[in-house]
């Protein structure tokens, strides 16, 4: 019932921020959890970032905790995936998803919809 769209990928260098969008169709959309995912050339795809379905609650993967902001926008039905101090490894193609739980998950099994993904490349 939902479809996601990712959006803002792009090569740039490290230390520097990019700003991924999800736009969302659907009228589930304000009602879903919502997580980032990545996944780099012959890895397992990993969890990166989820938010509840308000905004209110938020956790984030060690690895980018102190750079990466989730937020949303229901009235815009956009989640956002602000990414700050960028290092060659978070070096992935870039999904948004969401999932039909009551709050967050970190299983990527979990989740029903998902984008196509967005290609997000650091240069050192």
């Known amino acids: 019932q939902v479809q996601l769209v990712e959006s803002g990928g792009g090569l740039v260098q490290a230390g520097d921020s990019l700003r991924l969008s999800c736009a969302a169709s659907?009228?589930?959309?304000?009602?879903?959890?919502m997580g980032w995912f990545r996944q780099a050339p012959g890895k397992e795809r990993e969890f990166v970032s989820a938010?509840?379905?308000?905004?209110?609650?938020?956790y984030n993967a060690d690895s980018v905790k102190g750079r990466f902001t989730i937020s949303r926008d229901n009235a815009k039905n956009t989640v956002y995936l602000q990414m700050n101090s960028l290092k060659p490894d978070d070096t992935a193609i870039y999904y948004c998803?969401?999932?039909?739980?009551?709050?967050?998950?970190?299983?990527?099994?979990?989740?029903?919809?998902w984008g196509q993904g967005t290609q997000v490349t650091v240069s050192s």
């Open positions: 998803a969401a999932v039909r739980t009551v709050g967050i998950v970190l299983e990527s099994t979990k989740y029903t919809y």
């Open positions: 659907g009228r589930t959309f304000s009602s879903n959890p």
């Open positions: 938010i509840n379905w308000n905004g209110g609650r938020t």
